[in-house]
């Protein structure tokens, strides 16, 4: 069974700086482009970012609300991504979900980790 | 990148088929086969319901279908239920090698 269970969520302050991690399981990760996608209180669905496999050199690309302030890593030998978020303003405040790239869409989810960018 | 575009809501009565529309540009939803179709239930994840345009993964009903004309995409959702009322949102690859969301369309069930 696929599992993507995300972590490290929480307040921090404008400017402030905080790491998220996704946990998978149930597939074969080293193959797998991931994904981070964002959902505000009450608003859609925004893309994040992604970070394809290392066939694929391990490239990224960001959405241009978070370009330069957002990271995405991965560490293949723990079957973890890595959302590494700085220079954080308030309207970053999200649940965060990391997905998993299936053929061309995003087809397995976690259930989502709070980030509040708030003083 | 901007959003593409949905209608905010949808609303059918049970039995009854609905269309939400996912409207784009030459650059994401007219250029490629790469949209795709999720439902959000409130407080939950979303879930795949269509894939490249128009192919179902396992365990999807076959009431959800899709397609595409030039630059908008569409999900027809026949016989429609109680458990289809929740949020729809498309996606599309971009020419940037990035992706976007819709807007979201709120299905409700009279």
């Known amino acids: 069974e696929v599992q993507l269970v995300e972590s490290g969520g929480g307040l921090v302050q404008p400017g402030g700086s905080l790491k998220l991690s996704c946990a998978a399981s149930?597939?074969?990760?080293?193959?797998?482009?991931m994904h981070w996608v964002r959902q505000a209180s009450g608003k859609g669905l925004e893309w994040v970012g992604r970070?394809?496999?290392?066939?694929?050199?391990?490239?990224?690309a960001y959405a241009a609300s978070v370009k330069g302030r957002f990271t995405i890593s991965r560490d293949d030998s723990k079957n973890t991504a890595y959302l590494q978020m700085n220079s954080l303003k308030t309207e970053d405040t999200a649940v965060y979900y990391c997905?998993?790239?299936?053929?061309?869409?995003?087809?397995?989810w976690g259930q989502g980790t709070l980030v509040t960018v708030s003083s | 990148q901007s959003a593409l575009t949905q209608p905010a809501s949808v609303s059918g009565s049970p039995g009854q088929s609905i269309t939400i529309s996912c409207t784009g540009t030459?650059?994401?939803?007219?250029?490629?086969?790469?949209v795709s179709w999720y439902q959000q239930h409130p407080g939950k994840a979303p879930k795949l319901m269509i894939y490249?345009?128009?192919n179902r993964p396992s365990g999807v009903s076959n009431r959800f279908s899709g397609s595409k004309s030039g630059n908008t995409a569409s999900l027809t959702i026949s016989g429609l239920q109680a458990e289809d009322e929740a949020d729809y949102y498309c996606?599309?690859?971009?020419?940037?090698?990035?992706?976007?969301f819709g807007t979201g369309t709120k299905v409700t069930v009279l």
């Open positions: 490249e345009v128009s």
């Open positions: 970070i394809r496999s290392k066939a694929n050199s391990y490239a990224t």
């Open positions: 030459s650059s994401d939803v007219g250029g490629y086969n790469y």
């Open positions: 997905t998993r790239h299936g053929g061309d869409e995003f087809d397995y």
């Open positions: 149930g597939f074969t990760f080293s193959g797998s482009a």
């Open positions: 996606s599309s690859y971009t020419s940037s090698s990035t992706r976007v």
